[in-house]
Each structure stands twice: as C-alpha cells, then as structure tokens.
Nanobody, 120 residues
C-alpha cells in the first residue's frame, strides 16, 4: 500500500512564502514523475508544476517565476516553494506521483490535499 501525505498548508499573505511537502511511503520500488495540482472552488483541478525523476521541471504559466518544485529522491518527497502568492492561488493543493510497486506495476497516486488560502 502506498500513501502520499501532504503538509505545509495554511494561511499566507500576498507577498509572503509557504512551502508544501508531499512524502510518499509504502512498498515503493521507484517514483518517476511527481506533480502538484490545485483545485479552487467551482473550478477544475489544474496542474501547477511537475518534476521528473531527473529533475526536469515544468510550470503553469500562472506560477512561473513565483513557485519552485523540487524533490528529494532519497526521501521520496516532493516540495513546492510558493513565493509571492496571490489571492488567485487560493485552492486545495494535491500532490500526484507515478509509482512503481510490486508486482512491477505503475500507478498514479494522489495525496489527500492541503488547503492554501492567500488573504490580504
């Protein structure tokens, strides 16, 4: 069984900073792509940022230059550093990971979500 547990959510003011973490645990053989998504009330879930196992990254245009995704493969953990957040970044943030488990099966796993509220 695999679990993804997010932490670091909460309230933040515009211009502040916040770091999200998502740790994967369980019978993990390998983790490939790891991603952060978000879903605001009344809107569809959208990709915020992604990172490959080798460290290549991609970002939604709305967060480029403000958010940074990184990972620690030894800890099976992905991070999202959120700098200069805006009220439009308010949403529930979810991590997603492509994970190989026994018996050699790849699946996508989701975290439970963590609320980020940017208020002024």
């Amino acid at each position: 069984q695999v679990q993804l547990v997010e932490s670091g959510g909460g309230l933040v003011q515009p211009g502040g900073s916040l770091r999200l973490s998502c740790a994967a645990s369980g019978s993990i053989l390998r983790i490939n792509d790891m991603e952060w998504y978000r879903q605001a009330p009344g809107k569809q879930r959208e990709l915020v940022a992604g990172i490959t196992r080798g460290g290549s990254t991609n970002y939604a245009d709305s967060v480029k230059g403000r958010f940074t995704i990184s990972r620690d493969n030894a800890k099976n953990t992905v991070y999202l550093q959120m700098n200069n957040p805006k009220p439009a970044d308010t949403a529930v943030y979810y991590c997603n990971a492509r994970i190989l488990t026994m018996p050699l099966r790849w699946d996508n796993y989701w975290g439970q979500g963590t609320q980020i509220t940017v208020y002024s």
